[in-house]
């Protein structure tokens, strides 16, 4: 059981639950419709909740929730509902922060602000069903609000669904993605040719480098150590993957495990030594 606290539209209303006597943001259709303040209100099966307890990267949830137009809310709770279809459990708090950024991304829209994402490529691979459910506010956008979105956006959109499924914060991911776009453009420079963005071995060398920079944050090591091998087998490779791993490690500030270097050696040798096939073919 809730008590109305205030009401921000028909489908929103902050309660002050009776069990804990603490704030809560209660979201569901027409739940807030003829509600009044310090009227008793139950959930409703379908209802969402989120406590207002937490701190987020971007400050307290009671500060934003107060800030954020309740259809910024709305289209987020709609998105994150979606994000849960497909990806079970996610962690429902980050529906304050990635509010607040659709709330300036929409601002910036409006005053025809063009704002690009030099990443959006590398989170389109990387986080390719965080993609595909951020591009769901698309159509929601244009329907309800009459905003077209692009790309871009739908990219930052799909650093916070990410943020939501693995117990990582929204800069981490971009510093992931960040570092793995730094990484394959060493490596393309390194080959002397751009790596084919569609084939196996790019993706495969996409994710190894994702939980390559993921460990060296974490700071966790792999178990199995294949230099010796990989540096006679081979050399050229080995050698790009030193070079590339000190810098990657400079890029982060973190030292690199020299563990690494082999397993990134072997994914260089396979993008390398990858032909190209003709266009006709």
Same mark, same amino acid.
């Given at each position: 059981?809730?008590?109305?606290?205030?009401?921000?539209?028909?489908n929103t209303v902050i309660g002050i639950r009776s069990e804990d006597n603490q704030e809560y943001l209660i979201m569901g259709k027409g739940i807030g419709?003829?509600? =009044? &303040?310090? *009227? !008793?209100?139950?959930?409703?099966?379908?209802?969402?909740?989120?406590?207002?307890?937490?701190?987020? $990267?971007? @400050?307290?949830a009671r500060e934003m929730v107060r800030s954020i137009p309740p259809v910024c809310l709305e289209i987020t709770d709609q998105i994150l509902s979606d994000?849960?279809?497909?990806?079970?459990?996610?962690?429902?708090?980050?529906?304050?922060?990635?509010?607040?950024?659709?709330?300036?991304?929409?601002?910036?829209?409006?005053?025809?602000?063009?704002?690009?994402?030099?990443?959006?490529?590398?989170?389109?691979?990387?986080?390719?069903?965080?993609? =595909? &459910?951020? *591009? !769901?506010?698309?159509?929601?956008?244009?329907?309800?609000?009459?905003?077209?979105?692009?790309?871009? $956006?739908? @990219?930052?959109?799909?650093?916070?669904?990410?943020?939501?499924?693995?117990?990582?914060?929204?800069?981490?991911?971009?510093?992931?993605?960040?570092?793995?776009?730094?990484?394959?453009?060493?490596?393309?420079?390194?080959?002397?040719?751009?790596?084919?963005?569609?084939?196996?071995?790019?993706?495969?060398?996409?994710?190894?480098?994702?939980?390559m920079v993921a460990r060296a944050l974490k700071g966790e090591t792999l178990k199995i150590n294949m230099n010796d091998y990989m540096g006679v087998k081979?050399?050229?490779?080995?050698?790009?993957?030193?070079?590339?791993?000190?810098?990657?490690?400079?890029?982060?500030?973190?030292?690199?495990?020299?563990?690494?270097?082999?397993?990134?050696?072997?994914?260089?040798?396979?993008?390398?030594?990858?032909?190209?096939?003709?266009?006709?073919?």
């Amino acid at each position: 059981m809730y008590r109305v606290k205030k009401v921000l539209n028909h489908n929103t209303v902050i309660g002050i639950r009776s069990e804990d006597n603490q704030e809560y943001l209660i979201m569901g259709k027409g739940i807030g419709f003829g509600k =009044k &303040v310090s *009227e !008793r209100l139950e959930e409703r099966a379908g209802d969402t909740v989120y406590s207002l307890q937490k701190a987020t $990267e971007r @400050g307290d949830a009671r500060e934003m929730v107060r800030s954020i137009p309740p259809v910024c809310l709305e289209i987020t709770d709609q998105i994150l509902s979606d994000a849960e279809k497909v990806f079970g459990k996610i962690d429902r708090s980050i529906l304050f922060p990635m509010a607040d950024h659709l709330e300036y991304a929409i601002k910036r829209i409006e005053n025809h602000e063009q704002i690009s994402n030099p990443l959006t490529d590398d989170i389109r691979v990387l986080f390719h069903m965080e993609y =595909k &459910v951020a *591009e !769901r506010i698309v159509p929601v956008l244009k329907e309800r609000m009459g905003i077209e979105i692009d790309e871009d $956006e739908v @990219g930052y959109i799909a650093l916070h669904i990410h943020s939501a499924i693995q117990e990582e914060k929204v800069s981490q991911a971009m510093q992931v993605a960040q570092a793995v776009r730094e990484c394959v453009s060493l490596v393309e420079k390194e080959i002397g040719k751009p790596i084919d963005v569609m084939s196996l071995s790019y993706n495969r060398l996409m994710n190894h480098i994702r939980y390559m920079v993921a460990r060296a944050l974490k700071g966790e090591t792999l178990k199995i150590n294949m230099n010796d091998y990989m540096g006679v087998k081979f050399p050229q490779a080995f050698r790009m993957a030193e070079k590339i791993c000190r810098q990657v490690g400079h890029n982060l500030r973190r030292e690199l495990s020299d563990v690494e270097i082999g397993y990134l050696a072997m994914h260089i040798e396979r993008v390398a030594s990858e032909e190209i096939l003709p266009e006709n073919e």
